[in-house]
């Protein structure tokens, strides 16, 4: 009998605890407040249009290109942006024009030049990129080159030059 009792206790203070751990969960959550949705603020603004790069002094280097977009509640439809036109060979397919290129021909003994493809990769800023360029260089010498002496033997030999001077 002593057990009948203990059990319901036990049976009733685990129902009380229920009770009270329900009780505090729905609390909690009644006086959570639901957060508004965030609004999503749509604009009308287009995507940027860029110019291609113009270089600040010279042909290459440092310069700026000049973006554009539309739309009625744009805050800025304008903006200047820097850029650089790299001082190589490639700038001739213009600095947002990036091509994978094969290895270089045999020499063309016609000509004495030898020329390599290339294919864009990527094209920067909405550039107006050829598909596919064709470059050629001078062949150049075909006789071996001479050794090089190491830069250290070089730093040294000036070294004897300035204290014979």
């Not at 229920?18 to 949705?37: C, D, M, Y």
């Not at 940027?48 to 700026?64: F, H, M, R």
């Not at 020499?107 to 990527?122: F, P, Y």
């Amino acid at each position: 009998m002593k057990q009948q009792q203990q059990q319901r206790r036990m049976f009733t203070a685990a129902l009380l605890a229920l009770v009270f751990i329900l009780a505090a969960v729905s609390t909690t959550e009644a006086g959570k407040k639901e957060k508004p949705e965030k609004k999503v603020k749509k604009s009308d603004c287009g995507e940027w249009q860029w110019s291609v790069c113009v270089p600040t002094s010279g042909d290459c280097g440092l310069g700026t290109r000049e973006g554009t977009r539309t739309g009625a509640e744009c805050k800025q439809t304008t903006k200047t942006q820097k850029c650089k036109i790299p001082c190589n060979w490639k700038k001739q397919f213009g600095a947002e024009c990036k091509y994978q290129f094969q290895a270089w021909g045999e020499c063309d003994l016609n000509t004495a030049l030898k020329t390599r493809t290339g294919n864009l990769k990527r094209a920067l800023h909405n550039a107006d990129c050829q598909k596919t360029v064709t470059i050629s260089k001078p062949c150049g010498k075909l006789t071996k080159p001479k050794p090089q002496e190491s830069k250290k033997k070089k730093k040294e030999g000036k070294k004897q030059e300035k204290m014979l001077d």
